[in-house]
């Protein structure tokens, strides 16, 4: 009787370009990569060594680049059922035109938004997703059960930032009083979820992090109660912050100081925190965080449709803070991929004050990638391909007419059209074929988020 293998099931990868965003850059023009169970066991130029046991499957990648997963830094699921709306203003005219909208969301709309969301990153790259959610409507249900629902079925990993507001208009706040939580109660909430869902192994799926809105819909207490809990719990921090030249100044009104002071008073800097937009900052704000090495989630296509203004990203990096990308919400920015973003963030980078040298290609793709996993927390176990990480890595497809004649692969992958996806694991698992969702039905999922976008547009209506 045959003695049954102990070795793990094995996934060759042959022949493709490979760029690992290892410390070093290393890149491969034609090289092989070889996953065993969820990990990536060994990497490296030419065909992959001979006598592998218990090869389950091996993938011919001529024509392919093959890159770690793209992470999501910065997202919030449910504004997919409200995209394409308020398209011509500033970000404060923009909640307050949509808030009230907001505020009528329940659980079955959270749950198809998120889907979708994720539906379409998934298919463009993303293996790591975060949802920064802080609306939680009374009665409104589990909505940080469905959206993690939403990501264990499609196969993502996954980061719940579990928002929360507690500054409404009455007390200086941008959102209607209708719209926010009790400081006790987002608190409460808020470890509720962690205590249910956060996971801290290497190779989780699921993980959970503190997350207050913002300074103009969050009071000074859930700020610094919010950071005490994440470090009592051992949970990462995540907020808005220095976005657009309206917070710089209700910062000042309010507080006697700009946006990085006023985190830095309330204990919202350090390593374990990451915020989103960071595009207002001055040289002593990029020291703080380069000091306390706080993280940034750069969204420039949001900061771009919400005329917000262009982050100073090559200072941050050589600074040394920690960047990674963000697709932001959907409602200012409808298209919800993060592939694209890396092209949008080296043309916009490219737009500020330090032009051609202000982000390479290969930059780019590292904030799509091992940044993200950076500012996630996560650089030990994904962001990179090298052995011992989770097999977290995407084939795109760079030999079609959209590719076939840019002279680098990873330039064909930043600076070319969006290319496709043909093959996408997380943990060893393949997600993504051609394109298409193994774990989702995209007609469906079309379906469905058209008929919640209109059910909330309807209840929204009614007042
Ligand atoms: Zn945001």
Redesign the pocket.
């Known amino acids: 009787m045959a003695t049954p293998s102990a070795a793990p099931r094995r996934i060759v990868i042959e022949n493709a370009a490979i760029a690992t965003v290892d410390a070093h850059d290393t890149e491969y023009a034609t090289g092989h990569l070889v996953v065993a169970g969820n990990r990536i066991e060994s990497l490296g130029a030419g065909r992959a060594p001979e006598g592998l046991e218990n090869v389950v499957r091996r993938i011919d990648a001529t024509g392919h680049l093959v890159t770690p997963g793209l992470v999501n830094t910065?997202?919030?699921f449910y504004q997919w059922l409200t995209r394409g709306l308020a398209t011509d203003h500033n970000l404060f005219d923009w909640l307050v035109a949509l808030y009230p909208t907001w505020a009528r969301i329940d659980e079955s709309m959270v749950r198809v938004a998120a889907q979708g969301s994720l539906a379409m990153m998934a298919r463009g790259g993303v293996t790591t997703a975060m949802d920064?959610h802080y609306v939680y409507p009374k009665g409104c249900g589990d909505l940080s059960a469905a959206v993690i629902g939403a990501a264990r079925d499609m196969g993502v990993r996954f980061t719940l930032a579990r928002g929360s507001m507690d500054r409404s208009e009455k007390d200086g706040g941008l959102p209607p009083d209708f719209a926010v939580e009790t400081t006790e109660g987002a608190l409460a909430a808020t470890e509720e979820t962690v205590w249910t869902h956060h996971d801290a192994s290497f190779d989780s799926m699921t993980q959970i992090a503190v997350a207050p809105c913002s300074p103009f819909s969050v009071s000074t207490e859930l700020l610094r109660e919010g950071a005490a809990l994440a470090r009592r719990l051992g949970v990462r921090l995540h907020t808005?912050g220095s976005?657009t030249v309206e917070e710089e100044k209700f910062c000042h009104e309010l507080f006697g100081m700009g946006p990085t002071d006023y985190f830095e008073s309330t204990g919202f800097l350090g390593e374990d925190v990451w915020m989103?937009?960071c595009v207002h900052m001055n040289d002593s704000d990029i020291a703080a965080f380069a000091r306390t090495r706080t993280g940034v989630a750069h969204?420039p296509s949001?900061n771009a449709r919400l005329a917000a203004g262009i982050a100073r990203v090559p200072d941050l990096l050589r600074a040394g803070v920690p960047v990674g990308l963000?697709v932001?919400?959907t409602a200012?920015n409808e298209s919800g991929e993060l592939h694209t973003e890396l092209r949008n963030a080296l043309l916009i980078n490219r737009l500020g004050g330090h032009r051609e040298a202000a982000l390479t290609a290969r930059q780019a793709l590292r904030l799509g990638t091992f940044g993200g996993a950076q500012v996630l927390g996560r650089a030990d176990s994904i962001g990179s391909l090298e052995p011992g990480k989770l097999a977290d890595l995407v084939l795109w497809k760079v030999d079609g007419l959209a590719h076939s004649s840019i002279a680098d692969p990873v330039c064909a992958l930043v600076l070319g059209a969006a290319a496709p996806v043909t093959a996408s694991f997380v943990n060893g698992r393949q997600i993504v074929e051609n394109s298409r969702l193994l774990y989702a039905d995209e007609e469906q999922l079309a379906r469905d988020t058209r008929a919640e976008a209109r059910r909330l547009a309807r209840i929204a209506a009614q007042g």
Do not use: F, P, Q, V
Request: proline fraction near 0%; charge should be negative.
């Open positions: 910065h997202h919030h920064h808005h976005e989103a937009h969204c949001s963000g932001d919400g200012s």
